[in-house]
């Protein structure tokens, strides 16, 4: 259905900050490794102070989750999306559905997550019972996982695509905001040995998303191939943990991420500001 052509005029008003909403999974929440100076951030968290510092005040917020797949990416979409509005949708899923979808995602949470309380009982059953319980598991599904080849996906490529195209059908009813979709990436060599089948499938997936982006033609919704960036460093020094990003990856993502959005903010009266 064609929205009627009522756009108001902005002529007399003030450019308003631009809104940039981030969503995924780990990736866009975790730097690699944790802790640090408070300038060891995620790459939402330096979006808005590059942004702001070239001369276009932003507010970037970020509502990606850990183990979030795009299997979920609509079911805060009335505050995230239809009250909030946003300008710009940055989408960072995929990683995650190329896990092995063989253990559920509680099991591991229960066994290696943090999200634990501490008791005498509940210790020594993690201790004892959970813990080692999972190790054996992941193990047998490392194997799977190898004898498999690529194995079996969280989430399978045609879904992820049926998916994807719900959540920017959706989106795009409210203002039609820029929306840049992430590719996946190549694993450095941890996580490679720990799931041997993960690069092949992340590989398939990386190549649907060139694919079914570029056939859909929407210059509104653009790729932003990660992958490109993370190749021209070491992939153990810009990924230690094997698969989230190293501190000044983020800060990187960020860069190229402000870049593209300021050349978009351009042609949005509502946010465009004169180069003095």
Known sequence: MTAPDDTPSWEGLQPVPIRVLVKGASSAVWVSPPGGARTRQTFPWWLQA????????????????????????????????????????ILNYGQYECMPGILPRALERLGVGWHRHPGAVRDRIRRWIVAPTWR??????????????????RVKPKRFLRELERFLDQVRIVGSPLVLVMDTWPLSSRWVSWFPGMEARSAELRGCIHTWIAARGDPQVRLFPVSELLVRHDLDRALPDGVHY??????????????????????EPHLRRSAG
């Open 50 to 89: 590059v942004l702001t510092s070239n001369g276009l005040p932003a507010e970037v917020r970020n509502a990606a989750r850990e183990a979030q797949m795009i299997t979920e990416a609509l079911c805060d979409w009335d505050d995230e999306v239809q009250r909030w509005s946003p300008d710009v949708v």
């Open 246 to 267: 190293a501190a000044f990856v983020h800060r990187e993502i960020a860069e190229e991420l402000a870049t593209i959005i300021a050349e978009w903010a351009q042609g």
């Open 136 to 153: 054996r598991l992941a193990s047998m599904q490392r194997a799977l996982d190898k004898a498999l080849d690529p194995g079996p996906y």
